[in-house]
T-cell receptor, first 112, second 115 residues
């Protein structure tokens, strides 16, 4: 079985400040890792994904994430956030069976 | 750009009514999924399908049913809606190719309220 833990349910931050959203996972098999963003009243949009290769993954909107196998983590970062980044962010893992398991979500609120 | 559609976007309905939530995708994806999401909570997989005439129950038990008669269409039905069914329902699809990324593309969701 696999599970995902997002360590912060809410993260408030000021505009142009850096942000890190934390994600830890557990799985007995190799996984693929994803971060999705959900804006109010919308579906989920893929930010970035880790499949293999370089552990630093760059995504859309200036986000990046680093896969750390020894710490079973996949933290999401952005060096300078904008008001428009306010949304809920979900970390997810997928095994070779193709089913996604999501974390509880982190609400990022960017204040002016 | 992913093309996956859900209708209706919002639905308010009385207890005991039968409802069908529609989901369609134009990408030719074999795999399709239904998730249930309560406010501020994670997504829970309630149904999935690996292709036509294939349907499976997900990790979260649900009283809803699904069908997959056509590749592009994956409707979800509640025979008798109850207030406990109030939630957001998200549909997703992904390609079924060896070595693919297993990325899922999501529709905009249907927010269901049962009164």
């Amino acid at each position: 079985a696999q599970s995902v833990t997002q360590l912060d349910s809410q993260v408030p931050v000021f505009e142009e400040a850096p942000v890190e959203l934390r994600c830890n996972y557990s799985s007995s098999v190799s996984v693929y890792l994803f971060w999705y963003v959900q804006y109010p009243n919308q579906g989920l949009q893929l930010l970035l994904k880790y499949l293999s290769g370089s552990t630093l993954v760059k995504g859309i909107n200036g986000f990046e994430a680093e896969f750390n196998k020894s710490q079973t983590s996949f933290h999401l970062r952005k060096p300078s956030v904008h008001i428009s980044d306010t949304a809920e962010y979900f970390c997810a893992v997928c095994t070779s069976y193709g089913k996604l398991t999501f974390g509880q979500g982190t609400i990022l609120t960017v204040h002016p | 750009e992913a093309d996956i559609y859900q209708t209706p976007r919002y639905l308010v309905i009385g207890t005991g009514k039968k409802i069908t939530l529609e989901c369609s995708q134009t990408m030719g994806h074999d795999k399709m999924y239904w998730y249930q999401q309560d406010p501020g909570m994670e997504l829970h997989l309630i149904h999935y399908s690996y292709g036509v005439n294939s349907t499976e129950k997900g990790d979260l038990s649900s009283e809803s049913t699904v069908s997959r008669i056509r590749t592009e269409h994956f409707p979800l039905t509640l025979e008798s809606a109850r207030p406990s069914h109030t939630s957001q329902y998200l549909c997703a699809s992904s390609p079924r190719l060896a070595g693919e990324s297993y990325e899922q593309y999501f529709g905009p969701g249907t927010r269901l309220t049962v009164t």
